[in-house]
């Protein structure tokens, strides 16, 4: 009799754990720290020098991309790029989708030239992306009526307001070169942290 309870509780946890091995994974979100905490609803801009390459032509911007979280699912829904010639950078295909996927485990810094960041640090897919180029680049990326999937890399805050999130990305958009400038990166005017 025993015998038998214990082989139907092993069955039993055998199937549990099958059944949880087998549920997809639970999508990660976003919260935005505020003054009474964090929140799953909000809104935080990233900032910094970006370049853009185009058959050996560079561009050097500074980008300012903001971000609306809610109930813990981000989106772009505004950038902008100024200094030197840049004005004639114009973001196309707005709102972008912007979701963290999943711890990344790999080294710090995640992309050659950036610079070292706080881990944990979370993949983060930015989507839906398309950027034409002004003189003297005169493109569009990665085409006039296409969109590409940036892969990016974001550091956790688990320190509320006291620290400021970094945002680094080295990107191909069809012919065209996107990345954080060697180094540097784009801060987070609030904290975030993935959950």
Same mark, same amino acid.
């Given at each position: 009799m025993a015998m038998s309870a214990l082989k139907r509780i092993t069955v039993t946890a055998l199937a549990l754990l099958a059944f949880q091995a087998a549920a997809p994974a639970r999508a990660a979100s976003l919260e935005v720290w505020s003054v009474s905490g964090w929140s799953q609803f909000g809104s935080v801009d990233f900032e910094g020098p970006v370049? &853009?390459?185009?058959i050996g032509l560079k561009k050097y911007c500074n980008m300012r991309m903001s971000l609306w979280i809610v109930n813990g699912s !981000?989106? +772009? +829904?505004? !950038?902008? &790029? =100024? $200094? $030197? %010639? @840049?004005s004639s950078v114009v973001p196309q295909a707005l709102p972008w989708s912007f979701y963290p996927l999943w711890p990344y485990p790999g080294s710090t810094p995640p992309i050659t030239g950036a610079p +070292?960041? =706080?881990?944990?640090?979370? /993949?983060v897919n930015i989507s839906g992306v398309r950027i034409a180029l002004g003189p003297p680049l005169n493109v569009t @990326?990665? /085409? =006039?009526?296409g969109t590409a999937t940036m892969a990016a890399y974001l550091d956790? %805050?688990? &320190?509320g307001s006291f620290y400021n999130n970094r945002l680094v990305f080295d990107a191909t958009l069809g012919?065209?070169?996107f990345q954080t400038d060697f180094a540097r990166e784009l801060r987070a005017s609030a904290p975030l942290r993935v959950i």
């Open positions: 370049q &853009f390459s185009y !981000a989106t +772009v +829904v505004s !950038a902008s &790029f =100024t $200094g $030197g %010639d @840049c +070292v960041m =706080t881990p944990p640090l979370y /993949s @990326c990665p /085409s =006039t009526t956790h %805050d688990s &320190f012919p065209c070169r």
